[in-house]
Nanobody, 124 residues
Framework: QVQLVESGGGSVQAGDSLRLTCADSKRTFNTIVLGWFRQAPGKEREFVAAISWNGDTTDYTDSVKDRFIISRDNAKSTVYLQMNSLKPVDTARYYC?????????????????WGQGTQVTVTS
């Protein structure tokens, strides 16, 4: 069973960068799709980015395109979210998720496993 643990969150100023990391402690996710979601206070959880098992396919929500980059290292059972040019609207709790299908999807209902999340706060 996949067990996801996120890290790398923190408090930064607008324009700064952060890199989130999500590791699978069971080292089982080499053939699954991984995604990042976020939830701001008082809002629904939303899709941020996802990556196919081999890294060939990625998808991003429009608001983070050209600023965020998702990548993975299957040898380390780790997925990353490089976040550049951060804005206050990016403030949220960020969750790593995994799905056992092969298609990259933005629908959170498609994901089977979730981490506990890591907080990102961006101040102006």
């Amino acid at each position: 069973q996949v067990q996801l643990v996120e890290s790398g969150g923190g408090s930064v100023q607008a324009g700064d960068s952060l890199r989130l990391t999500c590791a699978d402690s069971k080292r089982t996710f080499n053939t699954i799709v991984l995604g990042w979601f976020r939830q701001a206070p008082g809002k629904e959880r939303e899709f941020v980015a996802a990556i196919s098992w081999n890294g060939d396919t990625t998808d991003y929500t429009d608001s983070v395109k050209d600023r965020f980059i998702i990548s993975r290292d299957n040898a380390k059972s780790t997925v990353y979210l490089q976040m550049n040019s951060l804005k206050p609207v990016d403030t949220a709790r960020y969750y790593c998720a995994a799905r056992t299908g092969t298609l990259v999807r933005a629908d959170e209902r498609s994901y089977d496993y979730w981490g506990q999340g890591t907080q990102v706060t961006v101040t102006s």
